[in-house]
């Protein structure tokens, strides 16, 4: 089953994007020639450096770069910027904190993770050296952990 957005942003000028956030990545559809030759970019939030964004100017439209390391060429950094107006501003800031937030969430559940599996194996060893466990066991239940 594929996994639904929950949140849809729609950025009528400019490169014409729409934005589908979901638990894990973010989506960006480029509108191509007549609603054919759709460009479709999924990042995973896990990937995203930096967040950078260009308030629009008198004439110009802002921008929205979403970094994932990557954005070194001029095509690669096209397909991760959302171009916007005034008008959208409001829009464009509620995706980049809604973006942040998320990026922040995985951050924190990656750190209880590893404190977690610190824990788990520093219980692990106090078996082992209790010789609870032998070395088989502990090096089978040591190498389950570090997998994940």
């Known amino acids: 089953m594929a996994e639904l957005a929950f949140k849809e942003y729609i950025f009528k000028k400019g490169n014409k994007v729409t934005v589908y956030l979901y638990q894990s990545s973010i989506e960006l559809v480029q509108q191509g020639l007549l609603g054919k030759f759709n460009k479709i970019n999924?990042?995973?939030y896990?990937?995203?450096v930096t967040i950078t964004l260009?308030?629009?100017g008198f004439a110009s439209n802002g921008e929205l770069v979403i970094d994932c390391g990557s954005n070194s060429n001029k095509k690669e950094k096209q397909k991760n910027t959302i171009d916007f107006t005034k008008h959208e501003l409001e829009q464009i800031i509620e995706l980049k904190e809604t973006i942040e937030t998320k990026i922040n969430d995985i951050k924190g559940q990656?750190?209880?993770s590893a404190i977690d599996n610190f824990e788990k194996l520093k219980k692990l060893k106090e078996l082992?050296?209790?010789?609870i466990l032998s070395e088989e066991e502990y090096?089978?239940?040591k190498e389950m952990l570090l997998e994940r």
């Not at 082992?128 to 010789?131: K, V």
């Open 128 to 131: 082992y050296d209790l010789e």
């Open 42 to 44: 999924l990042i995973p």
């Open 139 to 141: 090096e089978e239940q």
């Open 54 to 56: 260009k308030k629009p």
């Open 46 to 48: 896990k990937n995203i």
């Open 110 to 112: 990656r750190v209880d």
